[in-house]
C-alpha cells in the first residue's frame, strides 16, 4: 500500500515521512488522509467542469452581444425607428 500522490504536496512537506509512516500504520490518520485525497479529486474534477462551462458561458455572452449589434444594425439600416 502506497501513500495517494494527493498528499505529496507543499503543506505536508515538511511532514512527509511521519505522514508515510502514520499513513501505513494508523487506521484513524489514514482514513482522515484517504477523505482528503478523495474531496482533493473531487475539486479539480469540478475545478475543470467550472473552467469549461465558464467558457461556454462567455462564448454565449459573446454571440449574444454580436447578435444585439447585428439586430440593431438591421432595424437602422431598415429605417426602423426607435418608439
Known amino acids: 500500500m ?4 494527493e498528499l505529496y504536496n507543499l503543506k505536508f512537506s515538511e511532514y512527509l515521512e511521519s505522514l508515510k509512516v502514520l499513513y501505513l500504520v494508523d487506521d484513524n ?8 485525497c478523495s474531496n482533493m ?18 462564448e454565449a455572452e459573446n454571440l ?3 447578435l444585439e449589434e447585428e439586430i440593431l444594425i438591421y432595424l437602422i439600416r431598415n429605417g426602423w425607428d426607435k418608439k
Do not use: G, H, M, W
Not at 502506497?2 to 500522490?5: D, E, L, M, Q, T
Not at 490518520?29 to 482528503?36: E, P, Q, R
Not at 467550472?50 to 467558457?55: L, M, R, S, V
Open 64 to 66: 449574444a452581444k454580436e
Open 29 to 36: 490518520f489514514k482514513t482522515i488522509c484517504d477523505d482528503y
Open 41 to 58: 479529486l473531487k475539486t479539480e474534477k469540478y475545478k475543470k467542469k467550472f473552467e469549461k462551462y465558464f467558457q461556454y458561458k462567455l
Open 2 to 5: 502506497s501513500v495517494p500522490k
